[in-house]
């Protein structure tokens, strides 16, 4: 069966057919669901979403774009004041359908304030910490900060998108931590991440979409769903040499004992 350790169904590029694409997902094979906030609004709304279907979960954190994105709740109900909404998505943990922290780390992509950032994730760091939550990490072209505050906080969790070496990859494993692939595993300059497969046990494995982006080959580009976890988890197997039905089943087994659902 297919588990999703990180998807963004709450996206506005699913008003007007996300039910439907929900509801087609147990037919094809899909068992669960993380449903990932990234400011206190979708965090909201991920958990209202858990709450209508059994076999979706819910990730409650602040991602660190949303300190620069206007339609982000960060900056337009908190005004860049990311304290006052931790303080506010803090009650959403107590809630036993929120099964993570995150998404949250760092991003040197897109121009986020330095300080901001970093401050921000060692809070929810922290918060994963103080709730015995894993945390889902998004890591873009920061791996040295990111790793050094692995190296420190030790959390639970998943490093989602992974993208750096087979090194580094090995290294995560070692420090507890569940590496995330999705349909960027399955796309041709992918030599990076089929390595880091290749280096890594199954048991350090997670599958995810990150929909509604990075649907795999044959899909690139398309609108993703978790059902199209299919061929990334077809692409581990290949490159792992094992059925595909041992990729489903590992990876589901490892995200279900990381999240205890
Ligand atoms: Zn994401």
Same mark, same amino acid.
């Given at each position: &069966?297919?588990?999703?350790?990180? %998807?963004?169904?709450?996206?506005?590029?699913? @008003?007007?057919?996300? @039910?439907? $694409?929900?509801?087609?997902?147990?037919?094809?094979?899909?068992?669960?669901? $993380?449903?990932?906030?990234?400011?206190?609004?979708?965090?909201?709304? %991920?958990?209202?979403?858990?709450?209508?279907?059994?076999?979706?979960? %819910?990730?409650?954190?602040?991602? #660190? !774009?949303?300190?620069?994105? @206007?339609?982000?709740?960060?900056?337009? !109900?908190?005004?860049?004041?990311?304290?006052?909404?931790?303080?506010?998505?803090?009650?959403?943990?107590? @809630?036993?359908?929120?099964?993570? $922290?995150?998404?949250?780390?760092?991003?040197?992509?897109?121009?986020?304030?330095?300080?901001?950032?970093?401050?921000?994730?060692?809070?929810?760091?922290?918060a994963?910490q103080e709730?015995?939550?894993?945390?889902?990490?998004?890591?873009r072209? %920061?791996? +040295?900060?990111?790793y050094?505050?692995? =190296?420190?906080?030790?959390?639970?969790?998943?490093?989602?998108?992974f993208?750096?070496?087979?090194?580094?990859?090995?290294?995560?494993?070692?420090?507890? &931590?569940?590496?995330?692939?999705?349909? +960027?595993?399955?796309?041709?300059?992918?030599?990076? +991440?089929?390595?880091?497969?290749? +280096?890594?046990?199954?048991?350090?494995?997670?599958?995810?979409?990150?929909?509604?982006? &990075?649907?795999? !080959?044959?899909?690139?580009?398309k609108?993703?769903?978790?059902?199209?976890?299919?061929?990334?988890?077809? =692409?581990?197997?290949?490159? =792992?040499?094992? #059925?595909?039905?041992?990729?489903?089943?590992?990876?589901?087994?490892?995200?279900?004992?990381?999240?205890?659902?």
């Amino acid at each position: &069966m297919i588990f999703d350790t990180h %998807a963004h169904y709450t996206s506005r590029r699913f @008003d007007g057919h996300r @039910d439907e $694409v929900l509801d087609s997902l147990p037919a094809q094979g899909v068992c669960g669901v $993380v449903e990932c906030g990234v400011d206190l609004a979708t965090s909201r709304a %991920a958990l209202a979403l858990a709450e209508t279907r059994p076999w979706v979960w %819910a990730a409650a954190g602040v991602h #660190p !774009e949303s300190l620069i994105e @206007d339609d982000a709740s960060t900056v337009y !109900e908190f005004h860049g004041d990311w304290r006052a909404e931790l303080a506010a998505i803090e009650p959403l943990y107590g @809630d036993p359908r929120v099964v993570a $922290v995150g998404e949250c780390g760092l991003d040197h992509h897109w121009p986020v304030p330095e300080d901001a950032q970093l401050a921000l994730f060692e809070a929810e760091l922290a918060a994963a910490q103080e709730h015995s939550l894993p945390i889902l990490v998004h890591d873009r072209e %920061a791996h +040295a900060e990111t790793y050094a505050l692995l =190296k420190r906080y030790r959390p639970r969790g998943i490093l989602h998108a992974f993208s750096g070496s087979a090194d580094d990859a090995l290294w995560i494993a070692r420090q507890g &931590m569940l590496l995330g692939f999705g349909g +960027a595993l399955t796309f041709k300059n992918a030599r990076r +991440a089929v390595e880091a497969v290749a +280096a890594l046990s199954l048991e350090n494995i997670v599958l995810e979409t990150d929909c509604p982006y &990075m649907a795999p !080959e044959p899909f690139r580009g398309k609108e993703c769903h978790s059902g199209m976890i299919r061929f990334t988890a077809q =692409k581990v197997a290949d490159i =792992k040499q094992v #059925p595909l039905e041992e990729v489903l089943r590992i990876t589901e087994q490892n995200a279900r004992a990381l999240l205890g659902v």
